[in-house]
């Protein structure tokens, strides 16, 4: 069975400051990958994905990720961060099961962003 | 429509009373799930449906909880006699058959039993 992990629940990082969020699974096979972000009291937004080939992502707001097979990690990763940055952040990996689209999500990872 | 909704955004109950919760996803979409998130928590798979049927209802927490889609689009997640512990963000959402395809998620019922 498929597995994601985030091992980080909180990060708080300055404004302008880089940001990396870790993000590991587990797939039997080549994996589909996502990064989403959640606003408060806002359902969540699909910031990038990666089903194959460059193995860096970009996606919106200036996020970007490495899918990294040899780690099982697809880090999401900012240059500078922005206040409106602060939000709670889920990967997930995508996998199949009776033909249907399942997607596993990790615990998540809230970032705060101080001034 | 152009994005999923659900309705009602907040719902406050009484435990014992029950809930009927409402989505309607992206036209065209297929395939369509329910998650639950309970504070602090992540996200927990409750069940999701291809066309009208519903090949895995293994996340239903107890036999309180059903679903229905009908017409290939709206589908209904109903909590019967709701207690406490139902408080939480229900969230809908819906994608092509498609492992490639994220999911495209609506904002969330907030349920609070009382």
């Known amino acids: 069975a498929q597995s994601v992990t985030q091992p980080d629940i909180h990060i708080t990082v300055s404004e302008g400051a880089s940001l990396e969020l870790r993000c590991n699974y587990s797939?039997?096979?080549?994996?589909?990958l996502f990064w989403y972000v959640q606003s408060p009291g806002q359902g969540l937004q699909l910031l990038l994905k990666?089903?194959?080939?460059?193995?860096l992502v970009q996606g919106i707001k200036g996020f970007e990720a490495e899918f990294k097979r040899s780690q099982s990690s697809f880090n999401l990763r900012k240059p500078s961060v922005h206040w409106s940055d602060a939000a709670e952040y889920f990967c997930?990996?995508?996998?199949?099961?009776?033909?249907?689209?399942?997607?596993?999500f990790g615990g998540g990872t809230r970032l705060m962003v101080k001034p | 429509g152009a994005g999923v909704s659900q309705s009602p955004s907040n719902k406050v109950t009484e435990k014992g009373k029950d809930v009927e919760l409402r989505c309607d996803p992206i036209s065209g979409h297929t395939a369509l799930y329910w998650y639950r998130q309970s504070l602090g928590q992540g996200l927990e798979f409750l069940i999701y449906?291809?066309?009208?049927?519903?090949?895995?209802k293994s996340g239903l927490p107890s036999d309180r909880f059903s679903a229905e889609r009908t017409g290939g689009s709206v589908s209904t997640l109903t909590i019967q006699r709701t207690q406490q512990e139902d408080s939480a963000v229900y969230l809908c959402a819906s994608s092509f058959l498609d492992r490639a395809y994220g999911y495209t998620f609506g904002s969330g019922t907030r349920l609070t039993v009382v």
């Open positions: 997930a990996v995508g996998s199949q099961i009776r033909a249907g689209n399942m997607l596993t």
């Open positions: 990666y089903f194959s080939g460059d193995t």
């Open positions: 449906f291809q066309g009208n049927s519903a090949p895995d």
């Open positions: 797939y039997g096979a080549t994996p589909y």
